[in-house]
């Protein structure tokens, strides 16, 4: 992500960054930014736990790779970047950015058990971007917390400071947001809001486990998104 970017352009000057992506979603918009920094992406082509070259493929460009430290991303990643690392002798750090709770019994559950298992047994450090976040996979993936810490996501939002008043008016004119309404900006995958929105609600609610109806807010995105 856009976090990773900036860190390998800092970290470039002192040590040698080494990327690979397991498969391409979406076109891969962040490719065009790391090789201009010098730093190729290879797509290893994996889009299934299952697959049987998967496994290989990552020990592989680990070892080619000859590093120092394995940094992973998300699930498939986690399991089999975490596993690789473990063969080549050099400690693994796992980032969880989402809270994952499965159906029992479902794909999502048999690869969430898998992914637990693996950074449970064999991640030197696992990082979880909100506390919250870390207590749901101490529990629910029974991680342990000797090895999982909290580092939360930062955004610096001085560079948003220096926009003047008068835009600010004029962008919340536009999105016809009334100038003393709460603004929450949130980034993320595009996906059905309804679930932050009821979330994001409870912060200015004023009877604490009042119900949300977000029918209203939805149908406004509905409009804007057109």
Not at 10 to 33: I, S
Not at 178 to 198: C, E, H
Request: aromatic share 6%; proline share 7%; glycine share 6%.
């Amino acid at each position: 992500d856009d976090d990773d970017l900036w860190l390998a352009g800092k970290l470039r000057r002192q040590v040698e960054v080494r990327v690979a992506v397991l498969q391409t979603k979406a076109g891969n918009p962040l490719r065009e930014a790391f090789e201009a920094l010098g730093i190729a992406v290879p797509d290893l082509g994996i889009t299934t736990l299952r697959q049987p070259s998967a496994y290989w493929k990552v020990r592989r460009a680990v070892a080619g790779a000859a590093p120092d430290v394995v940094h992973t991303h998300l699930e498939f990643a986690n399991v089999l970047g975490t596993l690789a690392a473990r063969r080549a002798g050099v400690p693994c750090v796992a980032t969880l950015h989402t809270i994952e709770s499965p159906a029992p019994g479902s794909r999502d559950w048999l690869r969430f058990v898998a992914q637990s298992l693996v950074l449970r047994r064999w991640c030197t450090r696992v990082i979880a971007v909100s506390e919250r976040a870390r207590t749901h996979y101490l529990a629910v993936g029974r991680l342990r917390p000797q090895t999982t810490i909290t580092v939360y996501n930062g955004v610096d939002l001085r560079r948003f400071d220096q926009k003047p008043p008068e835009t600010q008016r004029d962008v919340r004119r536009e999105l016809k947001i009334p100038d003393t309404a709460p603004v929450i900006a949130v980034v993320a995958v595009q996906r059905d809001p309804s679930g932050m929105l009821r979330a994001s609600a409870r912060f200015w609610l004023p009877t604490p486990g009042q119900p949300v109806d977000v029918t209203d807010v939805m149908e406004h995105i509905r409009e804007l998104s057109r």
